[in-house]
């Protein structure tokens, strides 16, 4: 019998810090409670238990839509973590929306991935992350393990992945531009032009054409909406992206506007990911990095 897998949890100096953070959102403006912190300190988790450590959760799932928990990137052990909650919640309260770190492009061709099963697609969206932390077969083996898992649940409760960060990866943002492009129609006169530039750049790392497409679709936004229909809430949140990594505006507000176009999008519901501690932990204004809070307590703060 091979031993189980324990992460000693704790607020201090090991590897990985767990923090659940539970908000409830309303409309703007109307919050309702605090944000609850739970830090779970000097106890094992069994990785291969029954949740009874975190079953506190059953007492507050009704309250609030979006169940946040902190990792170290990187570190094996935050990847087990992540399927050990992301199992818990899906299968013991059937929550079907999960936030992932990533940007937009890569999120999305993901959720291609977990429909399709394409292992070419897996990768090619995998090696894009190149010099990063998640450039790693832990990485890989996530979601080969959302996708199994995926398999397994009826139509109505599949999972769709719902990332909230900057594009860092333009030319996967350019993959999946013209992916979202294949099977439309003739564009209208205004972008036709621009339209045949993104089909034909050779990269998305060239700045002066995405300063012009992000310019192009402020001016001519109707016409973009008239060519990619029902599609258009992915082109305009990715090209939206695109302005914020070149613009090098605020990360966090980022992160901020894009969950919420999705949770808006999506209708509500419930919502679980695990993000950077960075991201989640930080609610007291003196742990913020450079004066700027974190994408946790904003999304707390306002909505």
Known sequence: ??????????????????TLVFFIFTKPGKVIREAVILVVSGQSLDLNGD????NIIDSVYEDYDLFLSGEAHGVAMSYDMEKYLATYFIKEYG???????????????????LETG??????????KFKSTYAN???????FKYYYELNKELPGDKKLTLVPIDIEHETSTTGIYINNLMQGLGEPPEAIKEMVIKIKNIGSFYDRFFLKDLIKSLEEDRTAYEEYFKEKFFYFDLVVNNIKLAYTNEEREAAMVHNFISYYEKLGGGKFYGQCGRAHVQ????????????????RVNENY
């Open 1 to 18: 019998m091979s031993k189980k897998k324990k992460i000693l949890l704790t607020s201090g100096v090991m590897l990985i810090i767990f």
């Open 51 to 54: 949740y009874n450590e975190i």
């Open 95 to 113: 929550v079907r929306n999960i936030v992932v770190e990533m940007s937009i492009a890569s999120g999305e061709l993901l959720n291609q991935y």
């Open 118 to 127: 394409d292992e070419e697609l897996l990768l090619n969206i995998l090696n």
């Open 136 to 142: 790693n077969q832990d990485t890989y083996e996530l």
């Open 282 to 297: 930080k609610l007291n204004s003196s742990e913020w990095i450079d004066g700027n809070s974190t994408f946790a307590h």
